[in-house]
């Protein structure tokens, strides 16, 4: 195993054997210890390694490339791709987590503009219909690596978008700049299917499942400040939520 990944057994637990090597193989991923890139040893250097059977080891490997966080490669071997994103279902930017983790985050803004509130906009923010509004699309990127398509509306009384480099900024950094915090949210999760915009900006197969989220966020007067609408790349992202029996 390269890169200083150590893989311990617990072999006369409940938990079975491939799946101990796929947690522990996982947590390297998350944790930098394996970076991507990494090779991981081939499956009969890595059963006898360990004492077990190529296919306890092979369903291990499955494990992590159907998390898309290693990929075979014929002539290479098997290799360690961007770990999956996890995300704790907190109030907070996705910006600001990915830079927290030490990530790479780089932001491509579509479109700006400001437009009329439709709708669901001004239900969601609680304005009338026709309100003035700032509407804006990104996509955020690790690396060079499309990760979410992003689409936030704000109320144009709040904070003028239009002089802010939203390249350089994260949107919830500029809000506080503002004067604005964000305090409560009432956010949703869902699922939907890639069409053919969302396959050429982030690179996935038309009909290929995204993990969903819409967000309304509100300030410490209560006020509605935010509505996203989001989309993220399945493989690359999740959402984490801790449960607590009360």
């Not at 893989?7 to 390297?28: H, K, N």
């Not at 985050?105 to 309100?131: I, Y």
């Not at 969302?198 to 007067?221: C, I, K, N, V, W």
């Amino acid at each position: 195993m390269e890169a200083g990944a150590r893989i311990t057994l617990d072999r006369s637990g409940p938990v079975p054997l491939y799946f101990q090597i796929a947690q522990q193989l996982e947590a390297a991923i998350v944790d930098g210890t394996l970076a991507p890139g990494d090779k991981i040893d081939n499956e009969i250097a890595l059963a006898d390694q360990l004492g077990l059977s190529r296919p306890t080891v092979r369903q291990a490997i499955q494990v992590l490339v159907d998390k898309g966080m290693l990929v075979r490669k014929r002539g290479v071997g098997t290799q360690v791709v961007h770990g999956k994103v996890r995300r704790s279902v907190e109030l907070t930017s996705l910006y600001d987590d990915l830079a927290a983790a030490g990530q790479d985050p780089r932001t491509v803004v579509l479109s700006l503009e400001r437009l009329d509130a439709g709708e669901d906009e001004a239900r969601e923010l609680q304005l009338d219909p026709g309100a003035p509004v700032w509407s804006l699309e990104r996509v955020r990127f690790i690396g060079d690596e499309p990760l979410a398509l992003m689409h936030n509306v704000i109320p144009a009384s709040l904070i003028d978008l239009g002089s802010i480099d939203l390249e350089e900024v994260g949107l919830y950094a500029a809000m506080r700049r503002a004067g604005i915090w964000v305090r409560v949210a009432k956010q949703r999760i869902g699922a939907s299917r890639v069409g053919a915009r969302e396959s050429r900006l982030l690179g996935e197969r038309r009909g290929a499942p995204l993990l969903t989220m819409q967000r309304t966020a509100y300030d410490d007067a209560g006020r509605a400040v935010e509505y996203g609408v989001h989309a993220y790349r399945p493989d690359r992202y999740a959402f984490e939520l801790t449960l607590v029996d009360r």
